[in-house]
């Protein structure tokens, strides 16, 4: 892991076009800001981790249906 120390105001350049900036310091919480392409999702790790598991569920779950169910589901998805 890179470890750096920012003041506030400053930022750190990932790549070309993904810049963070240190907005405030408040006690134990540390406000940043993100400047990224609208193609790159930025999500706090908490957030993260649930969709990933969220997959990991759906993707167990589509293994255990049978080709039958799969149709019947997809005939009842109402848009």
Do not use: H, S, W
């Not at 930022?11 to 310091?25: A, H, P």
């Amino acid at each position: 892991m890179l470890v750096l120390r920012r003041k506030v105001g400053e930022t750190v350049m990932i790549g070309d076009n993904i810049q963070i900036q240190i907005l405030g310091i408040d006690g134990d919480q540390i406000k940043i800001g993100f400047l990224a392409p609208k193609d790159v999702q930025i999500l706090r790790q908490e957030l993260y981790e649930g969709i990933v598991a969220e997959n990991m569920a759906a993707k167990v779950q589509k293994e255990q249906l049978q080709p039958d169910q799969i149709l019947n589901l997809l005939k009842n998805f109402k848009m």
